[in-house]
């Protein structure tokens, strides 16, 4: 093998790894909802109202109980976006089903997101399993794509209920 062929094998090697490294860091992190999320429903023709959110803060969207099949929770409510071959769906089902039962005042709704694509597109869901965590108004003040790690779960409803209800 020539001297230019090892050397594109070792960067497709290096690259490949930097991707996975890349993948597991971030995977099942809730992240902040920005700004540009949050207008991404307005901009592929979404209804769901938006609100101005006072600090550094962005306004995520709105969603309504009969959108995510359920009613809210008085505290936080998990809306997970599932589909039925998805195997880490079924280990996000249990871990969020689990912290709903733990906590007074958390709710999880489970959303099939071949059954409900246009709120999936109008959401910006590209992957399953995505989590939206809402606040009691129905506001999405976090969101992570694959499984959830437990304390982040639990970070994101005290975030959720420390949110202004207005």
């Known amino acids: 093998m020539s001297f230019v062929g090892l050397a594109v094998v070792a960067a497709v090697l290096l690259a490949a790894t930097a991707a996975g490294l890349w993948r597991r860091h971030t995977d099942g992190r809730m992240r902040s909802v920005t700004s540009s999320a949050a207008s991404t429903g307005a901009a592929s023709g979404g209804t769901a109202s938006r609100r101005a959110v ?8 709105v969603l309504t109980a009969d959108e995510i099949g359920a009613e809210f929770g008085s505290r936080a409510t998990f809306v997970q976006f599932s589909s039925a071959f998805c195997s880490p769906c079924r280990t996000t089902r249990l871990l969020l089903g689990q ?30 399993p995505t989590v939206l965590v809402l606040d009691a108004t129905g506001r999405e003040v976090r969101r992570a794509t694959g499984v959830p790690r437990r304390t982040d779960a639990l970070a994101a409803v005290a975030l959720a209920s420390a949110s202004p209800i207005t």
């Open 54 to 61: 006072s600090g550094d803060e962005a306004a995520g969207p």
């Open 99 to 128: 912290v709903a039962g733990e906590l007074d005042g958390v709710v999880h709704a489970e959303i099939d997101a071949e059954h409900h694509l246009e709120l999936v597109r109008r959401l910006d869901i590209t992957r399953t």
